[in-house]
């Protein structure tokens, strides 16, 4: 079974530009998380996607934004780039139990 | 508030020495409390959930357990392969709150 995939690996971008990042969920989950982790620093909640709808927010600006997809692939958008927005973005996709499986990532730059 | 405590921020062991991790919380309508294991640079990995007071869980040598207000991840003879970041988090209020901790990292030296 195929986990959860994360697309790109690396981005690299500069100050005022937007990043997209994608998320494929395990089959069959509806539920789609996203994270950011900042280079030594917790996970940080931002969005919650269940069945295409925004579930829950994080305490984020409006500037990170997202959608999740009739096919429950997520993808999360920062516009207006700041040079702290770099950091690790992590997808979860969910079982009704509630674990919270992982992809790999995708590291944002900021230059 | 809700929040996950989790202590201590880093721990060094020996080979062999086996030693515990703490995972406290105050969390609204307990759903699940979840380990996972971080590597660096890599997304966490899922470990263990429990889900009522006096559950335990073992995963090699690895074992959970949990009371009304927190969480304990012994490690048992640990080797250099398990030095990680392992992360806690609990879910509450009908899986509408998910919150991680800070993360215990572990350093296991042969």
Do not use: M
């Not at chain 1, 994360?6 to 539920?31: D, E, F, M, V």
């Not at chain 2, 869980?57 to 640990?78: D, G, M, N, V, W």
Request: charged share 20%; proline share 5%; net charge negative.
């Amino acid at each position: 079974e195929a986990g959860v995939t994360q697309s790109p690996t690396h981005l690299i971008k500069t100050r005022g530009q937007q990043a997209t990042l994608r998320c494929s969920p395990i089959s069959g989950h509806t539920s789609v998380y996203w994270y950011q982790q900042a280079l030594g620093l917790g996970l940080q909640f931002l969005l919650w996607y269940d069945e295409g709808e925004e579930r829950n927010r994080g305490n984020f600006p409006p500037r990170f934004s997202g959608r999740q997809f009739p096919n429950y692939s997520s993808e999360l958008n920062v516009n207006a780039l700041e040079l702290e927005d770099s950091a690790l973005y992590l997808c979860a996709s969910a079982k009704n139990t509630g674990e919270l499986f992982f992809g790999e990532g995708s590291r944002l730059t900021v230059l | 508030e809700d929040q996950v405590t989790q202590s201590p921020e880093a721990l060094r062991l020996q080979e062999g020495e086996s030693s515990s991790l703490n995972c406290s919380y105050t969390v609204s309508g307990l759903r699940g409390l979840f380990w996972y294991r971080q590597d660096p640079g890599k997304g966490p990995e899922f470990l263990f959930t429990l889900y009522s007071a006096g559950e335990e869980k073992e995963k090699e040598r690895l074992k959970a357990t949990l009371t009304k207000k927190e969480s304990f991840l012994h490690i048992t003879a640990p080797k250099p392969e398990d030095s990680a970041t392992y992360l806690c988090a609990v879910a509450g209020d009908n899986f509408n709150k998910f919150y991680f901790g800070s993360g215990t990292k572990l350093n296991v030296k042969p």
